[in-house]
């Protein structure tokens, strides 16, 4: 059984420019979900992606959007680039109507200088 | 809404000493209850949950009991070891808190653990 796979591992992006964090699920997950964590901070959630639909988002701007792909991938799209949004940007996958178990991946850590 | 407040760290300890890390909770609905863990350069991993109240959890020598009545979750193991040295993240999941997510997990913000020999 494969884990979450995320890339890129570390980005250094500057203030304005956009940026893509990709997600490989794990197998046979269904549903991915997207976390920022910020420099000695817990996770918080940015959304959720069930079916290829958003399935549920959290307290972040519309700057933040989504895909999720047919093999259940799934990317995180963030525009206009702001300093605040340095961060480990996390993706967890889990299996939507089976149970709650959440599986991380590592992260990307962004870097807007 | 929902939130979760745990103890500040770094905590700092020897190794076979006692470890509690507090956390207590405040949700609308009915949460399930977990501890994450989280290593140097590695993504969070479950320790373990509750779901009910009263339920205890309990991995790799860790402990958790859900308390209804003082809304908390707090951590606890009789002997710790170097390898355990990580960050300890608290955190609920809210069936009936709303937003559409299903598994959304709200967090603490993290407690460092440091283990010395």
């Known amino acids: 059984e494969t884990g979450v796979t995320q890339s890129p591992t570390h980005l250094i992006k500057t203030r304005g420019q956009q940026v893509t964090l990709r997600c490989s699920s794990q197998?046979?997950?269904?549903?991915v979900s997207w976390y920022q964590q910020a420099l000695g901070q817990g996770p918080q959630f940015i959304f959720q992606?069930?079916?290829?639909?958003?399935?549920g988002r959290g307290n972040f701007p519309p700057r933040f959007s989504g895909l999720q792909f047919p093999n259940y991938s799934s990317e995180l799209n963030v525009n206009a680039l702001e300093l605040d949004d340095s961060a480990l940007y996390l993706c967890?996958?889990?299996?939507?109507?089976?149970?709650?178990?959440?599986?991380f991946g590592s992260g990307t850590q962004l870097s807007v200088l | 809404g929902d939130s979760v407040t745990q103890m500040e760290g770094p905590v700092t300890l020897s190794e076979e000493a006692f470890l509690t890390i507090n956390c207590t909770y405040t949700?609308?609905?009915?949460?399930?209850l977990f501890w994450y863990v989280q290593y140097p350069g590695e993504g969070l991993q479950l320790l373990l949950k509750?779901?009910?109240?009263?339920d205890k959890g309990s991995n790799k020598g860790f402990e958790a009991t859900y308390r209804k009545e003082t809304t908390s979750f707090h951590l606890e193991k009789g002997s710790v070891q170097v390898s355990d040295s990580a960050v300890y993240f608290c955190?609920?999941?809210?069936?009936?808190?709303?937003?559409?997510?299903?598994?959304?997990?709200?967090f603490g913000t993290g407690t460092l653990l440091a283990v010395q020999p």
């Open positions: 992606y069930y079916r290829e639909e958003e399935n």
């Open positions: 949700a609308t609905g009915y949460p399930s």
């Open positions: 955190a609920l999941s809210d069936p009936g808190g709303g937003g559409g997510a299903t598994n959304k997990l709200i």
């Open positions: 197998s046979g997950h269904n549903t």
């Open positions: 509750a779901t009910k109240a009263d």
């Open positions: 967890a996958s889990s299996r939507t109507g089976v149970d709650e178990k959440l599986f």
